[in-house]
């Protein structure tokens, strides 16, 4: 269904035609984001969209077992040349393909089939996501809504960037019949069989038969048998050449003439096309995946031999892929492993981790120390990629083979490894006794990076714990021997638990540390500390309320993406949520919560600071649904004594109760925390627990001052002058936190106080972005490109107060321009 065959797309269409006339007229890029089930009609869509316009670049993604790294931006540069592919030639990061591919921004660029994207491509269209405002650009990203898990890493893309959203449907009756009318077919039988798939119904009526076939593999198939011997030689071998076919490769997968006549044959029939460059493909990936699992095995590992040995020994997803449908295990060593490093290199961390699980399944007859150092990379590549559990079974089996080949160091260095991933896991009893087990087995061995290092990372498990003079005493220790093995990674670990044990505790020069530690990580390999930095800082910012290091945050969520850093980009965003809360934007706050719950998959902490923060707003607003999140993250605390596990429950749940009226169970719900922050010295988060208990009556301590507005209204509630608890109910009342405002009106009222407030009117409480009637009404014209002095006329306003309502809107929506604001309003879903 392309070209003039395309039907029911008209209002695609006409939206795709907007916003490439917006952008044309110079108001700005835009991304556009195109779902549809498979076969539902997206490409067609988009091609006959841009059959009327030009320029435009194009790059596609591809249903490799292991995705290429980039792969639409490699198929782009090959169309551009010039600095684009120069800089992927030489394994380029995402953000400086992001720039380059800024660079360029003209016209239209598609990028297909999302769902099969490596990390670093959704890096590169997540930054340019976030800058797309100011490009001359329309970028069109297709992909398969049915086929995202809940953690699938494009789900959490379209959960952050902002864009117009598209849908390809499935096809009506009306329009089937349409089809169907030429062929003699009934078009209800017809709609019934293929739920209306447009390619569905373009294969059913393409093979021509008296019967609709049952599925879409049928269909194909029965398309396929009308074709002769030599077109469907042809098209068996460009259907295991994903994810185009070359004609040089062609040449090499058929014998001798036939590849030119039964391409011709095969091209008149329809089912497979040219692609830009002169390569062959499918009309869609449906059709190929078909043709490939009809052969047999024996032909299709004999396809596979020759592509192996056809395509250039520099494209090693390619032979990976190829080496491992051929059977082939030493072609599998020797290309799995270059391909995850290729990957690993440029921030695909994820497909990284996919390359080195794919050379271990092949490596039955490896070397000991081969097969050791695969398992050791690929914990690292998973690691990194939040997840957890697969690292950690990694590293064990690693430990496995190390210890059978009698190699001590190896077996050590690998257990101090494998504390990291423990603690992640929430397995911190257990990480500390590894720790000191790693250790103690290699101080009987000659001292070497092996030992600094495990001196580090026993000093990181002393800093989740708080320990301040047991941190800094391993880290020394670490330091002082990587000094003189001139090893600059140990150097910059140590370094990070010192600055941020210093920092936790309030001491600025920890920042100092921190920084440092940042500067000399700005190399290659060093992406895991860079991470770690942004990390501690949003621990320390959030625990001491230090909001004068806020701009930390977005730059770290920033760089851990632009590093393929997933874990460590939930942590900073799980603080940013915090961050947000402290500071009255609970909107925004929820929004970060909930982005991180939705991501993380097997992290308890992260878990616990996205639930608590949740709970916390819901408590604050007086949602009936408040405890949920609450109880969910009490239950992650099962064998945690960790300061930085305890403290966000405990104090969550003891604000619930406090709102709730239950006072009593407050002193239960803080006891504990409160003795252990005492003896860790915590005094910011002893303020924080002692401000709560003297609400609930519990002590009788001064009022403390904690930043941020709703805890400065909180401290003015004890207070006997009437002009201080008005200013905690306006302030109260702004932020829409009903319990406390009840708990604040009551007070009031003891005091005589009888003419109060009421607050935001319903509609203005009920907005999800808290406007009033009048902005709302504002923000309708605003819309519609009106001006102030135009607003101002069709409303019966002054022109200043109608400055005052646009001020207004984009202080409630955190924006900072009219445009911003019309796209935050709709992102939000605020209904004018």
């Known amino acids: ?105 003209k016209g239209i660029m598609v990028l297909e089939d999302l769902h099969w994207a490596d990390e670093a491509t959704l890096d590169v269209l997540s930054l ?36 117009t959203r598209l849908a390809a449907g499935p096809l009506s009756v009306d329009a089937v019949a349409g089809l169907a009318r030429p062929f003699g077919r009934d078009p209800h039988e017809l709609h019934r069989a293929t739920a209306g798939n447009p390619f569905f119904v373009t294969e059913v009526l393409a093979a021509r038969g008296d019967d609709i076939p049952a599925t879409v593999r049928d269909a194909v198939l029965a398309r396929a048998a009308r074709l002769d011997a030599e077109a469907t030689t042809v098209v068996e071998a460009v259907s295991v050449a994903v994810p185009q076919c070359e004609l040089d490769l062609l040449d090499a997968l058929v ?44 032909r299709r590992v004999a396809l596979h031999r020759r592509a192996l040995r ?24 020797r290309f799995a492993p270059r391909a995850a490093e290729q990957a690993a290199a440029i921030g695909s961390h994820r497909e990284a981790a996919a390359h080195y699980a794919r050379a271990l399944r092949f490596g039955a007859g490896l070397p000991p120390e081969t097969r050791a150092d695969l398992l050791e990379r690929q914990s690292q590549e998973c690691y990194l990629t939040d997840q957890t559990d697969e690292s950690i079974t990694a590293l064990e089996l690693a430990i496995k083979v190390w210890q059978e080949a009698g190699d001590r160091r190896a077996e050590a260095a690998a257990v101090s490894q494998l504390t990291r991933r423990l603690w992640c896991a929430a397995r911190t009893e257990e990480a500390t006794r590894r720790g000191d087990e790693a250790v103690r087995i290699l101080e009987g061995l000659p001292p070497g990076r092996e030992l600094a290092l495990a001196y580090s990372n026993l000093s990181q498990l002393f800093l989740n714990d708080e320990r301040r003079p047991e941190t800094v005493a391993w880290a020394r220790r670490a330091i002082d021997l990587a000094e003189t093995l001139d090893d600059n990674a140990v150097i910059v670990h140590a370094l990070n638990n010192i600055g941020t044990i210093e920092l936790l505790n309030g001491d600025r020069q920890g920042l100092a540390k921190l920084e440092r530690s940042r500067a000399m990580s700005e190399r290659p390999g060093f992406e895991e500390h860079i991470g770690r930095v942004f990390i501690h800082v949003g621990w320390a910012m959030t625990r001491t309320r230090a909001y004068d290091l806020a701009p930390w945050l977005d730059r770290g969520i920033e760089l851990c993406d ?3 850093l997933e874990g460590w980009r939930l942590y900073v965003q799980a603080y940013r ?12 706050a929820a929004d970060d919560a909930a982005f991180v719950l939705r991501s993380a998959e097997s992290v308890p902490l992260l878990r616990i600071l996205a639930l608590t923060t949740i709970g916390t707003i819901r408590a604050r607003r007086g949602d009936p649904d408040q405890w949920a999140p609450i109880e969910e993250a009490r239950t992650l605390l099962d064998g945690q004594s960790e300061l930085q596990y305890r403290a966000p429950v405990a104090l969550a749940h003891a604000e619930a109760l406090w709102l709730a009226g239950r006072n009593d169970a407050v002193d239960e719900a803080t006891r504990d925390v409160l003795a252990q922050a005492e003896d860790r010295q915590a005094a910011p988060l002893v303020r924080e627990v002692r401000a709560l208990r003297r609400l609930a009556g519990i002590e009788r301590t001064e009022p403390t001052r904690i930043p941020g507005p709703y805890d400065e209204a909180l401290a003015l509630l004890d207070t006997t002058n009437e002009a201080d608890l008005r200013g905690a109910l306006d302030e109260l009342q702004k932020l829409g936190a009903r319990p406390a405002v009840a708990i604040a009106t009551r007070r009031l009222r003891e005091r005589g106080v009888r003419k109060l407030p009421r607050g935001p009117r319903p509609h203005t409480a009920g907005n999800p972005g808290q406007l009033t009637r009048r902005e709302g009404e504002v923000l309708t014209l605003v819309r519609q490109g009106d001006s102030n002095a135009e607003i101002a006329a069709r409303l019966f306003l002054s022109e200043r107060t109608v400055h005052h309502h646009v001020s207004a809107i984009l202080r409630k929506l955190g924006v900072s321009s009219r445009t911003q604001a019309v796209t935050e309003a709709s992102r939000r879903g605020i209904a004018t």
């Not at 100011?134 to 789900?155: C, F, G, K, Q, W």
């Not at 949520?577 to 009255?584: E, I, P, T, V, Y």
Request: charged residues 25%; aromatic residues 4%; proline residues 5%.
């Open 1 to 105: 269904m392309g070209g003039s065959d395309l039907v029911e797309r008209a209002p695609q269409l006409a939206v795709l035609n907007a916003v490439l006339d917006a952008v044309t007229a110079g108001h700005g890029g835009v991304l556009v984001l195109l779902g549809g089930e498979a076969g539902g009609g997206k490409t067609a869509l988009v091609r006959e969209f841009c059959r009327h316009h030009a320029p435009v670049l194009w790059g596609a993604c591809d249903p490799l077992f292991t995705p290429r790294p980039l792969g639409p931006f490699t198929d782009i540069a090959h169309d551009t040349g010039g600095a684009l592919r120069e800089l992927i030639a030489a394994g380029a990061k995402p953000h400086q393909v992001a720039v380059e591919v800024g660079r360029q921004a």
């Open 128 to 163: 340019l996501g976030r800058r797309i405002g100011s490009l001359p650009m329309l970028v069109i990203a297709t992909y398969r809504d049915d086929e995202l898990h809940r953690t699938h890493p494009l789900r959490r893309l379209l959960g952050e960037v902002r864009g």
């Open 255 to 298: 014998d001798g003439a036939a590849a030119q006549d039964g391409l011709e044959r095969a091209l008149a029939a329809g089912i497979v096309e040219v692609a830009p460059g002169g390569k062959i493909r499918f009309r869609h990936e449906l059709a190929r995946r078909t043709i490939e699992e009809s052969l047999s095995p024996h």
């Open 310 to 333: 056809a395509i250039p020994a520099g494209d090693a997803t390619r032979l990976a892929h190829h080496a491992e449908a051929a059977g082939d295990a030493e072609a599998v060593q």
């Open 562 to 564: 632009e590093l393929g």
């Open 577 to 588: 949520a915090r961050f947000h809360l402290d500071q009255g934007r609970w909107d925004a």
